[in-house]
């Protein structure tokens, strides 16, 4: 949940000193549950939501890859955890998969709320890879893209230029992202 970014208090005092006693108490008990509840929000908002591979439903995130050619992938494990503060979404994952419907297309982690507009990928998390050939490079990141529910793992290395990491039939990715994601999301 997001923090409120504005609230409006129902104080009419004309109104209030023209109410029958018992209007008036009604009124300052509905006041009193507005405001708590505001409360409730704005504490939401700024101690932040964890949701986890193995929550209850609805604060369940598990993470899953897939490709820009929709491939699908065979787990040994999905493990995941996510806080999200505000519009700030922090993210741990542990993927590990045994096959894969085909390499051809490009691999992402699907995240649990669209990433803020922003010009290029300032969003840029650390990826531990094990078993996985990669596409060029000698390392893997993973960058959060604007306007999406994308991770795409990029490879990089020391005189390569970094570009989208092909899909491969099987391997384990753990690493951590924190992004901006948008309002209201």
Do not use: C
């Not at 932040?48 to 209850?56: C, K, L, N, Q, V």
């Not at 993470?63 to 787990?75: I, V």
Request: glycine letters at 8%.
């Amino acid at each position: 949940m997001t923090v409120p970014e504005n609230w409006n208090f129902p104080l009419h005092a004309e109104r209030i000193l023209s109410l029958a006693k018992e209007e008036q108490e009604r009124y300052w008990r509905e006041m009193i549950f507005d405001l708590q509840r505001m409360y409730a929000q704005l504490a939401d908002g700024i101690n932040g939501d964890i949701r986890s591979y193995a929550s209850e439903s609805p604060k369940t995130w598990t993470p899953t890859l897939n490709t820009s050619a929709s491939e699908t992938f065979t787990y040994d494990h999905q493990v995941g955890w996510i806080w999200r503060q505000g519009n700030f979404v922090e993210l741990w994952f542990d993927v590990k998969w045994s096959a894969a419907s085909g390499t051809t297309g490009t691999l992402y982690l699907e995240l649990p709320y669209e990433v803020a507009t922003t010009a290029q990928k300032p969003f840029v998390g650390v990826v531990q890879p094990s078993s996985v050939t990669y596409t060029g490079g000698a390392d893997l990141v993973i960058n959060a893209i604007t306007d999406t529910r994308k991770g795409e793992f990029w490879y990089t290395g020391t005189g390569v230029a970094s570009a989208n990491q092909l899909a491969v039939s099987s391997g384990q990715l753990a690493g951590h992202l924190r992004y901006i994601g948008k309002t209201n999301d």
